[in-house]
T-cell receptor
Framework: AQTVTQSQPEMSVQEAETVTLSCTYD???????LFWYKQPPSRQMILVIR??????QNATENRFSVNFQKAAKSFSLKISDSQLGDTAMYFC???????????FGAGTTVTVRA | DAGITQSPRHKVTETGTPVTLRCHQT?????MYWYRQDPGHGLRLIHY???????DKGEVSDGYSVSRSKTEDFLLTLESATSSQTSVYFC?????????????FGPGTRLTVT
């Protein structure tokens, strides 16, 4: 399994503000995929955003965007205009091309304050 | 909704007893996965299946076995449960077509071994 590191166990953000979650990974491969999953208190795992390593353009999904730095092996998630419903644990995950197996980081708990 | 159900959703069992968790999907997906979620570790792959009767080990397979006799069902068995297997267990399927690099998760099963 690949090593995926999320160095921030917990983060807190005021409603409507922006928060950035960090993720680094270790790989010698050139082709791979990176993901951010959200896990609210309901425990359901929800895919937030996906990035293909061969794409230079950073992925965006509404208020969620990533900063993918391939050389630095960094993949951060920015949540803009934070909403109370964004309160959840967020997991960074890695998948090698043609492997179809996910390696997850330990997760970051995000709390959005009213 | 990827049509994935898990049963039971909660279970408490005693050390040394056998336990079987069931994952059921309704959309004929070929690939299915079992993960466990523990604090500080994120999700870790236990076993996966790439077709009926085709299975392989993941990162943390010791103490677990799996079976897949039908496309729709993927069973995870703890032959003799131990307290270290107390965890939340997630089943996932691999997405179809252009979503092949995405995984969709079931609701999870919380297992407590006393």
């Amino acid at each position: 399994a690949q090593t995926v590191t999320q160095s921030q166990p917990e983060m807190s953000v005021q409603e409507a503000e922006t928060v950035t979650l960090s993720c680094t990974y270790d790989t010698s491969e050139n082709n791979y995929y990176l993901f951010w999953y959200k896990q609210p208190p309901s425990r359901q795992m929800i895919l937030v955003i996906r990035q293909e390593a061969y794409k230079q353009q950073n992925a965006t999904e509404n208020r969620f965007s990533v900063n993918f730095q391939k050389a630095a092996k960094s993949f951060s998630l920015k949540i803009s205009d934070s909403q109370l419903g964004d309160t959840a644990m967020y997991f960074c995950a890695f998948m090698n091309y043609n492997d179809y197996k996910l390696s997850f980081g330990a997760g970051t708990t995000v709390t959005v304050r009213a | 909704d990827a049509g994935i159900t898990q049963s039971p959703r909660h279970k408490v069992t005693e050390t040394g007893t056998p336990v079987t968790l069931r994952c059921h999907q309704t959309e004929n997906h070929r690939y299915m996965y079992w993960y466990r979620q523990d604090p500080g570790h994120g999700l870790r792959l236990i076993h996966y299946s790439y077709g009926v009767k085709d299975t392989d080990k993941g990162e943390v397979s010791d103490g677990y076995s799996v079976s897949r006799s039908k496309t729709e069902d993927f069973l995870l068995t703890l032959e003799s449960a131990t307290s270290s297997q107390t965890s939340v267990y997630f089943c996932a399927i691999r997405g179809p077509g252009q979503d092949a690099y995405e995984q969709y998760f079931g609701p999870g099963t919380r297992l407590t071994v006393t």
